[in-house]
């Protein structure tokens, strides 16, 4: 029954991220990106890999699309070219601080819970599912597509927060299936949140949204990479 359920869902996210696509083809912004997000999430749900990076590359396309259609340009999305160029330095060193960050906490027992991810297979899901999967479509829908359409209505501020919330909320369907709790649940909005703000802040800081990225890619791939080395050195050491 689970398998059948798995599959449903995965076909009803497949649906919604084809109508998604098709809305923001036709100037249909909020249906375009209220489609996008929650297909990606349904049709996602226990992939990886190629299938997962690839369902990440459409969602981040069809998003900056949907953006494009209603008269954004690309530096209102941080998206500039000489936004970027300029940005690079800034991200690396962001990159940099962020891997050695994780490194050191992965090694504080209480810590390194944070990262207790468990991947199958750590080196892809670091270098392939994390940076276009994750990462792609989480910066480009709650740092660059939301901000940018909600700003004009309320104001960079409430953007920025109303982005946040919106992104806490997106790690609700993980949260419950890794937690079980609404404690845990609750948790995990309020962190989730409180990072999206943070990651916004970078990207209006940097007027560029691949400061945010880095570091969001350093945060998660590192994580993933030290989960992977701490359960194999606890394996190894209970053999």
């Known amino acids: 029954m689970a398998g059948v359920a798995a599959i449903r869902a995965r076909t009803i996210g497949l649906g919604l991220l084809t109508v998604g696509v098709l809305s923001a083809a036709a100037g249909f912004v909020w249906i375009a990106v ?3 997000l929650a297909g990606f999430l349904m049709a996602t749900r226990r992939l990886a890999g190629w299938p ?22 690309s530096p209102q999305l941080g998206l500039g070219a000489d936004e970027l160029v300029r940005s690079l330095p800034r991200a690396a060193l962001v ?18 819970r944070l990262f207790d991810t468990r991947p199958q297979h750590p080196l892809r899901a670091a270098l392939l599912d994390v940076p276009f999967g994750t990462v792609l479509v989480e910066e480009v829908a ?14 960079v501020p409430l953007a920025v927060l109303a ?14 299936e890794a937690d079980g709790d609404l404690r845990g649940t609750v948790g995990t909005v309020a962190v989730t949140t ?4 943070v ?11 691949l400061v945010p990225a880095a570091l969001h890619w350093a945060l998660n791939g590192t994580g993933t990479l030290a989960s992977a080395r701490r359960t194999g050195a606890a394996s190894h050491g209970g053999a």
């Open 34 to 36: 209220a489609a996008v």
């Open 52 to 73: 997962y990076a690839a369902a990440g590359m459409v969602a981040a396309a069809a998003l900056l699309l949907a953006a494009a259609r209603s008269g954004l340009s």
């Open 95 to 112: 990159a940099l601080l962020t891997v050695g960050a994780v490194l050191v906490a992965a090694r504080v027992p209480r810590l390194a």
């Open 142 to 155: 709650f740092r660059a597509v939301l901000p940018a359409l909600l700003a004009p209505l309320c104001g």
């Open 163 to 176: 982005a946040s919330v919106l992104f806490g909320l997106w790690h609700v369907p993980g949260a419950l």
């Open 194 to 197: 409180a990072g999206g703000v």
């Open 199 to 209: 990651l916004c802040a970078l990207r209006y800081a940097a007027g560029s949204l």
